[in-house]
């Protein structure tokens, strides 16, 4: 009977203890625009994050809160740069949802592939500091626009070296996934 009665007090004392060791970001969704990315982008990131383990009142008692974005892997650290990651504090209402923005530019080197990051939650209150951290993943393409030319007709018909006055027609097509803003050929 004693070894039961000090499992029970263990695994109560651990339930009681649970909430500052798994305290979590919750991602609800992420955003991008421009949605499809691809290497020079500037990106600007919208997080929707709950978190139901937050202390009562946070920022009424004088207790702080900051959120800030964090690169996750190697591939994200060498390619990304984080131009806005609005570290200010925040007031979150117990177990309420809120957006939190994030701006980066992707290097025009930057390969294709999935970059990581980590969005990090810091509180403060009471003295005391708790950190909590969740994850997502955003895709990155190389190459967004992909043109392709195909000769229409030619004016006059057989072209030599030399002509001066030719007409050519030339139909270009965006096989890529990203409009073509601008374009200028020579």
Excluded at 14 to 19: A, H, I
Excluded at 86 to 100: E, F, K, L, S, V
């Amino acid at each position: 009977m004693k070894h039961t009665t000090k499992t029970i007090i263990a695994a109560i004392l651990l339930v009681s203890m649970l909430p500052t060791i798994t305290a979590t970001v919750n991602l609800k969704s992420v955003s991008y625009d421009p949605t499809v990315i691809t290497a020079g982008d500037r990106v600007n990131i919208t997080t929707t994050l709950h978190e139901r383990l937050l202390p009562e009142g946070v920022a009424d008692d004088g207790s702080n809160l900051n959120v800030y974005l964090r690169a996750d892997n190697k591939l994200t650290r060498d390619h990304i740069i984080i131009e806005d990651d609005t570290d200010a504090p925040i007031y979150i209402p117990p177990a309420g949802h809120w957006n939190q923005r994030f701006q980066v530019r992707v290097q025009a080197d930057a390969p294709t592939g999935q970059y990581d990051f980590d969005v990090i939650m810091n509180t403060t209150t009471d003295g005391k500091s708790y950190t909590s951290t969740g994850s997502f993943t955003m895709p990155v393409d190389q190459e967004g626009v992909d043109l392709n030319a195909h000769l229409v007709s030619t004016e006059p018909r057989d072209l030599r070296p030399g002509d001066d006055n030719t007409k050519i027609a030339v139909e270009w097509t965006n096989t890529g996934n990203k409009p073509i803003e601008e374009i200028s050929i020579d």
